[in-house]
């Protein structure tokens, strides 16, 4: 019984210093009210209120959801399976600013009651992060289909091409059906032209520097040259 003790003694001190000392929001609150037992620094920091302005009081009742029906769902969820994994929700902090998380949770026992161990990442940048990437490709290829600009990558290493939705255009291609390669590509390219071709771009490569050439395509869709 006193190796037992001394053994679950460990386990909870060793659980007290990651919980504390851990650079992700974790915090344990009871189920399904939500109320919450003990939160981390980092949970504070996240959220912005003070330990004595969280324990004990529940996510609803400092706002923190910014859609009220995600909490029910989430619950829902934890409730049947015991546990949650990646899953991306939005919350607001103290200040009212709207925060995205991605959020992990396990059911949990506390003294004969259910409870929630929860995990929460911020990735509000991330979010930022690709929703301006998602512009900004937006942006090139609105200005690629107004100027009649394809653009094209070919990866000499690995033998990957990726060809923007103009370039497919140009050459009377579907982006969804045809996967461009180098060989493939070489096909519609004029019989006439293909060697000069060929040979400017080895000579690109093994020279390592830019390039320009002028060459017929031959559309696959009606034949047509461009």
């Known amino acids: 019984l006193e190796r037992t003790e001394d053994a679950l003694r460990k386990t909870q001190e060793r659980f007290v210093t990651i919980f504390e000392a851990s650079p992700i929001a974790i915090a344990i609150s009871t189920l399904p009210d939500g109320r919450f037992l003990d939160v981390n620094d980092k949970y504070l920091e996240l959220i912005g209120y003070s330990r004595e302005e969280v324990i004990g009081h529940t996510s609803e009742e400092l706002g923190m959801f910014a859609n009220l029906e995600d909490r029910p769902k989430l619950v829902e969820t934890i409730s049947q399976q015991g546990f949650l994994r990646n899953t991306e929700g939005q919350f607001r902090n103290r200040s009212g600013e709207i925060r995205h998380a991605l959020i992990f949770a396990k059911?949990?026992?506390?003294?004969?009651?259910?409870?929630?161990?929860?995990?929460?990442?911020?990735?509000?940048?991330?979010?930022?992060?690709?929703e301006e990437l998602r512009r900004s490709e937006a942006h090139l290829a609105e200005v690629q289909r107004v100027?009649?600009?394809?653009?094209?990558?070919?990866?000499?290493?690995?033998?990957?091409?990726?060809?923007s939705r103009e370039h497919f255009r140009i050459?009377?291609?579907?982006?969804?059906?045809?996967?461009?390669?180098?060989?493939?590509?070489?096909?519609?390219?004029?019989?006439?032209?293909?060697?000069?071709?060929?040979?400017s771009l080895e000579t690109a490569i093994g020279e390592n520097?830019?390039?320009?050439?002028?060459?017929?395509?031959?559309?696959?869709?009606?034949?047509?040259?461009?």
């Open 107 to 130: 059911l949990i026992e506390l003294g004969g009651q259910q409870g929630v161990l929860s995990v929460l990442q911020d990735i509000t940048e991330r979010k930022r992060a690709d």
């Open 171 to 199: 050459f009377g291609l579907d982006p969804d059906t045809f996967k461009p390669t180098k060989e493939n590509t070489q096909r519609f390219i004029h019989p006439d032209d293909l060697p000069f071709v060929h040979a």
């Open 209 to 226: 520097k830019d390039f320009e050439v002028d060459y017929r395509i031959i559309r696959p869709d009606d034949g047509s040259i461009r």
């Open 147 to 163: 100027g009649n600009i394809g653009s094209w990558v070919w990866n000499v290493a690995t033998g990957e091409c990726f060809w």
